[in-house]
């Protein structure tokens, strides 16, 4: 296997930075390792292929933004939006991030071991074979899933009683589903969301995201396979259907 | 207590004596105004829109269409449409959606406006006989130019951005596939390539049949991100950011499910028959400085080699925006007026909310060359523009190029009916059921959008060319050439416009 590719990025622009990147995929290179990150936006923005990008440090807002196939795998916390309109791949943030975690992702995987902000996996969205997954370790903020049209969140809760305390949960949610470890009180749900029984068969179905989840991030995942989930859905495909009347 | 109903709109009559029973008004009307009951054609007047579909595809002039039959008690307050929204809400408690434009009476400066022509102490130009440069480069122009001399040659040092290049300054708007059918959309995308111009995906992705015109096309991406991916920003010659739109300042769009069939959900890349929800914010934006990291994250996807637009609705603080818009990176600002037209929007909103595109484009301007900054955006103004006289007095308002809506979609046949949202559009544009779809032939519809694009371009030429200009350039912001005519002394202030005789 041929070497990483190994940039100290310390004090470099973001531009020339993705170009590095750019050039390093389409010449082959299959795992790039950025040192000394501190802040710098957009790192695999709109990067196509397979290539393993592993950030040392603080990646900037947008971390991955309409990237389709890498992987980034993040040794600190990321800003806002890692995961914005991503078609491919997967993020792994050994860390927190920011707010609009997977803002509008349309496919691959999100892993957060920690906590997110405000309004993650907003206007997530699904098509065919492509359903999003943004997995959480941890608690998120207000708004989850807000306009969500598709893919699946799901929230461990690690360390949070109730695993979210945050309202407005799926709100505007017209596709896709909401998962969150225990409880959710009925008045933390948003406008067009609706609590149904999570099944035997949805914790089949979920087990291999919570599998691969925990062993991310070297985590038992024996605790998240024993024990309850709330599952959020849209009560409607078409939540603002009956609000408009003809001229 | 029931309400009982409204009166009927429009009142549709046939000439007996002309009408050869071919059936053709029956099988065109898609709202069910006509039926057949013992060979005889039924009239229901209560279905009609006034559409205009019927009296067009009759071969014997045998249909008449009136407007309001029946009158209420004349009042100056309480007009008909005042009663009837009324009537209609207690009824349904429910937000009345509208089609097109502003339907208010408004006064419209465009027509407030008058241009200026030469007489005898600076003489006009022919455009019959002189070149008449009408090429537009939208995107940030230099303050200066730099050069440098190299063994004799001399090479420009100053890094250009890229710019599009527009043959005539008269581009067609943003209207999604989903908003319209896909062979109204190939039409405006074959009529921008056969006249060297440009038209807008709207936010609903690229169907695979505008591929072929993708370098004639303007992506657009709004806050529910509908069919975006790399792919999509990389197709589009330029990459638009919608913020706003003129028709509805302040909210979103929303595509009702019953739209999305197979084919725009796969160009929105979103589950067949589901809502498409672009609500009004960006959850990434909360100031110029996220719109900026928004600006320059599509950049650097796009590798710095596409122009990026921000469109914003025409509304009171319009300059200050455009001002901060300037600097975000971006190359264009688009400003929709209040006249803008839509698929549907909440008719309070159509009716009531922004200001006239004239005064938002002059207030734009004045900011930006206040600010020194004029060079650094390319403003394109749409909104309500019906002709060419309206183009010029735009550029001559400091507009670098237009976008049309409304008048490319009467030149595929739309009367204005104003019922978009319903999904039934006769003429086969608003629609995506495949018995109307088929009723538009996209080179026909090609031809008449390409045509009247060529005659508002030659027309724009023999303004200019009147005015003793032979620059577009020249007429950009040019306010010597614009008199107001009945303005009040404020507005003429916002316009930077003198009054007639001054």
Redesign the interface.
């Known amino acids: 296997m041929a070497e990483p590719l190994v940039i100290d990025v310390k004090g470099m622009h973001y531009t020339p930075l993705n170009r590095m990147i750019r050039e390093a995929v389409a010449s082959g290179v299959k795992e790039i390792v950025l040192n000394n990150v501190l802040g710098q936006r957009f790192i695999g923005n709109g990067v196509r292929g397979d290539s393993k990008i592993i950030i040392n440090g603080v990646p900037g807002g947008d971390l991955g933004m309409f990237m389709s196939g890498p992987e980034c795998e993040v040794f600190g916390n990321a800003e806002h939006a890692p995961g914005n309109t991503m078609d491919r791949g997967s993020l792994v943030i050994h860390g927190n991030a920011g707010d609009a975690v997977a803002h509008s992702m349309r496919g691959g995987k999100v892993f957060v071991e920690g906590n997110i902000g405000y309004r993650g996996g907003i206007h997530m969205k699904e098509y065919e074979d492509k359903r999003p997954i943004l997995a959480v370790g941890g608690t998120t903020h207000a708004f989850l899933g807000e306009y969500m049209a598709g893919g699946l969140i799901l929230v461990l809760g690690i360390g949070h009683e109730p695993a979210v305390e945050d309202r407005g949960i799926g709100s505007g949610i017209h596709g896709g589903e909401i998962v969150i470890r225990g409880e959710v009180s009925d008045e933390l749900l948003g406008v067009g969301a609706k609590k149904v029984d999570f099944t035997e068969d949805d914790l089949k179905r979920l087990t291999p995201v919570i599998e691969e989840f925990c062993g991310r991030f070297d985590i038992d995942p024996t605790p998240f396979l024993n024990t309850n989930y709330s599952r959020i859905v849209p009560a409607s495909a078409r939540p603002f259907a009956g609000k408009y009347t003809w001229e | 207590m029931s309400l009982g109903s409204v009166p009927l709109k429009y009142k549709i009559s046939i000439d007996r004596d002309q009408c050869m029973k071919c059936m053709r008004c029956v099988d065109n009307c898609s709202y069910g105004v006509y039926r057949i009951e013992d060979d005889r054609i039924i009239i229901d007047s209560r279905k009609c829109t006034a559409c205009h579909r019927c009296i067009s595809m009759c071969p014997r002039d045998a249909i008449m269409l009136k407007e309001r039959p029946v009158d209420y008690r004349s009042h100056p307050l309480w007009t008909v449409e005042a009663r009837e929204d009324v009537i209609?809400?207690a009824r349904?408690g429910?937000?009345?959606?509208?089609?097109m434009g502003n339907a208010v009476d408004y006064p419209i400066i465009f027509d407030r406006l008058v241009l200026d022509a030469c007489q005898v102490t600076n003489p006009s130009i022919d455009p019959l006989r002189e070149p008449m440069e009408l090429r537009t480069y939208i995107g940030k122009k230099p303050s200066k130019l730099e050069f440098t001399k190299n063994n004799g040659d001399i090479e420009l040092t100053t890094k250009l951005t890229p710019n599009l290049k527009l043959d005539t300054p008269i581009m067609v708007g943003h209207m999604s596939y989903g908003a319209i059918s896909l062979p109204a959309q190939l039409s405006i995308a074959k009529a921008v390539a056969k006249t060297g111009t440009f038209m807008g995906t709207g936010e609903g992705g690229m169907h695979e049949a505008i591929y072929p015109y993708q370098d004639h096309s303007i992506v657009q991406i709004a806050?529910?991100?509908f069919g975006?991916?790399?792919d999509y920003?990389e197709r589009g010659a330029a990459i638009e950011i919608k913020v706003g739109q003129g028709a509805k300042p302040g909210i979103g769009g929303?595509l009702?499910?019953e739209k999305v069939c197979a084919d725009v959900?796969?160009t929105r890349?979103?589950?067949l028959?589901?809502?498409?929800?672009s609500?009004a914010p960006h959850?990434?934006i909360y100031s110029i400085e996220d719109l900026a990291?928004l600006v320059?994250?599509l950049k650097?996807?796009?590798?710095?080699e596409k122009p990026v637009f921000v469109k914003i609705a025409a509304v009171h603080n319009v300059a200050a925006i455009a001002a901060g818009i300037a600097r975000s990176d971006a190359d264009a600002v688009v400003i929709d007026g209040f006249k803008g037209g839509t698929g549907a929007a909440?008719?309070v909103f159509r009716d009531n909310v922004g200001i006239p595109i004239e005064a938002a484009i002059a207030a734009v301007d004045q900011k930006l060359n206040d600010q020194g900054i004029r060079n650094e955006v390319s403003i394109i103004a749409s909104g309500g523009i019906r002709n060419s006289g309206d183009l010029a007095k735009s550029i001559a308002l400091g507009a670098d190029a237009i976008y049309i809506g409304t008048a490319a979609l009467i030149a595929l046949g739309c009367r204005v009916c104003?019922?978009c949202?319903?999904g039934l559009c006769p003429w086969g544009i608003a629609t995506q059921k495949p018995e109307l779809v088929e009723r538009i032939d996209p080179e026909v519809g090609a031809q008449n959008v390409a045509n009247l694009i060529h005659g508002w371009t030659l027309e724009l030429s023999e303004l200019m060319g009147a005015a003793g200009l032979n620059s577009i350039e020249s007429l950009r912001g040019n306010r010597e050439r614009l008199r107001g005519y009945m303005l009040d002394q404020g507005l003429l202030d916002v316009l930077k416009v003198e009054s007639v005789g001054a």
């Open positions: 209609n809400q349904t429910k937000i009345i959606l509208a089609g806050s529910g991100r975006v991916d790399i920003l929303h009702p499910g959900s796969c890349m979103i589950p028959g589901s809502d498409a929800i609500p959850h990434d990291q320059r994250s650097e996807a796009t590798d710095w909440p008719k104003g019922n949202y319903r």
